[in-house]
């Protein structure tokens, strides 16, 4: 296992924004994206780090803008650190498959998730009112079913505490009729092409979220895509609706501060050793069995 690194400074780079789990810096119109092994659940940011994670959540969002490219642009210039800016290159112990050097966009402020699967906030709203993101669902269904048609469920995205699930009438308010019409159509499509994909390699995509930019007025794919960190993967073969699946996910250090005594109200507590090597076990099968590489 490498190094594990939680904060990347780079001392003659401007930060341009640090995030739950990046550290995102300017190079003239561009930007550097540096994902740490830091995780966060609940809005927090956890104590203990997953190593490697940043490597797993940058080469697994390579292949899948590579994979997706014909259905949406994305904002990817290059993950080959070979390519990057003289200047950083000494960084590259540091650096190297954990970072992306990408296009600087207008964000739209909105998380895009799509769900092909009954599950998460998702599965708490139906039991409460048959419904998702104001989506009214047929009567009966069980936790983790699969869903007849994947859905759009657009949420805010919030710099501090959580995000808010919204309407896709509320979206259209937010961003425009056009926009909003164009994310969904783009969103859901990128979700079906990647469940194929997934599929094949015996994996379920159960919900993703994505987020969008603009460029010249073009809509573009930023951030982070189909990783273990921004979507639910289940293995096919233990698949059974009725309860919650297995997840080779973030979902597993949830479940596991969910069966603790921390009331998500105040610092979380450091991951016991065992979850957080089951954690770095779990975000590398995925990557494995995703691109079919057998190292990261």
């Avoid at 003659?12 to 994902?35: H, Q, T």
């Avoid at 830091?38 to 994979?67: C, M, N």
């Avoid at 402020?109 to 993101?133: F, H, M, N, T």
Wanted: net charge positive; glycine share 6%.
């Amino acid at each position: 296992m490498g190094k594990k690194y939680s904060d990347i400074n780079i001392p003659n780079l401007k930060l341009f924004k640090k995030g739950k789990v990046r550290d995102i810096y300017e190079i003239e119109d561009k930007l550097l994206f540096v994902a740490s092994d830091r995780i966060s659940a609940f809005d927090y940011v956890l104590p203990s780090l997953i190593p490697d994670k940043g490597k797993v959540l940058t080469q697994l969002s390579k292949f899948w803008f590579e994979f997706t490219s014909l259905v949406c642009p994305n904002h990817m210039i290059t993950a080959n650190f070979e390519e990057f800016p003289e200047f950083i290159k000494k960084y590259k112990t540091m650096l190297d498959k954990r970072s992306m050097l990408v296009k600087k966009t207008e964000v739209i402020p909105i998380e895009c998730i799509v769900r092909g699967y009954l599950s998460g906030s998702a599965w708490r709203d139906y039991q409460k009112e048959g419904r998702v993101s104001g989506i009214k669902l047929p009567s009966g269904l069980k936790e983790s079913s699969q869903l007849d048609d994947a859905l759009f469920t657009p949420s805010t995205k919030a710099e501090q505490g959580h995000d808010e699930n919204i309407s896709f009438k509320t979206m259209q308010k937010e961003v425009g009729v056009k926009t909003a019409q164009k994310i969904k159509e783009v969103s859901i499509a990128l979700y079906q092409k990647a469940s194929l994909h997934a599929l094949s390699k015996g994996v379920l995509i159960a919900d993703t979220k994505f987020e969008f930019g603009l460029k010249e007025g073009e809509l573009i794919l930023i951030d982070e895509i189909f990783t273990p960190d921004s979507s639910r993967f289940w293995p096919v073969d233990s698949y059974a609706p009725g309860g919650p699946q297995p997840s080779l996910d973030k979902q597993f250090v949830r479940d596991y501060l969910g069966s603790t005594n921390w009331d998500k109200n105040s610092p979380p507590p450091e991951l016991p050793e065992s979850i957080v090597n089951q954690t770095v076990k779990r975000y590398k099968e995925i990557y494995f069995k995703l691109t079919g590489k057998d190292r990261l």
